[in-house]
């Protein structure tokens, strides 16, 4: 597998704060291909022999913005068993619904962006619902929970120049961690 050709932009880059952009259709052949890119980028990151041989750290989701566009466009990919994928791409996506149970990481949220450890937690929801295009534009509504709804709220958070580490409470980094459920 050879590594897909993306630059990650680090978070002291201005343009991670930017609001991304709506998407119009048909979308571009350009942003077909980065979308493919992506997805691979984050495969190959959790492949272990792979993510060795190019010195990776482990990521599930990228969004658009991350890799320098401004785009209202994430990805995930979603390791369902060993080595085998599921992969989400969601364009123009909204939270719709969500539960009212709050969940965090227990290990720490990360970010393919954030290069440096960083103690505390993220409040998430447990559960929520997105509506969304696929790459054709065709719209589509998908509910997630846990693992898949922490990426889902983090990689949207991007789209609208947040990051996880801005959800920390830097005075008390694990505040309220008593009325959540840890993951």
């Not at 495969?43 to 599930?60: N, T, V």
């Not at 990481?105 to 929520?128: F, H, K, M």
Request: glycine share 4%; aromatic share 8%.
């Amino acid at each position: 597998m050879k590594l897909p050709d993306i630059t990650i932009l680090d978070e002291f880059d201005k343009r991670l704060r930017l609001i991304s952009e709506e998407v119009t259709f048909p979308l571009l052949e350009e942003d077909k291909e980065n979308i493919k890119k992506m997805l691979e980028y984050l495969k190959i990151s959790q492949i272990e022999e792979w993510r060795e041989k190019y010195d990776l750290r482990a990521g599930m989701g990228l969004s658009y913005v991350q890799i320098g566009i401004p785009k209202r466009i994430f990805v995930v990919v979603d390791e369902v068993e060993e080595n085998e994928f599921e992969n989400y791409v969601l364009i123009n996506p909204k939270i719709i619904s969500n539960s009212e149970e709050l969940i965090y990481v227990g290990e720490g949220e990360g970010c393919l962006s954030v290069n440096r450890e960083v103690e505390g937690i993220v409040p998430r929801y447990a559960r929520i619902t997105v509506s969304a295009q696929d790459i054709e534009g065709t719209p589509f509504t998908i509910r997630v929970r846990e693992d898949l709804s922490i990426a889902f709220q983090h990689e949207i958070d991007h789209l609208n120049g947040i990051l996880f580490v801005d959800k920390i409470d830097p005075k008390n980094p694990y505040k309220n961690a008593n009325i959540m459920r840890e993951i």
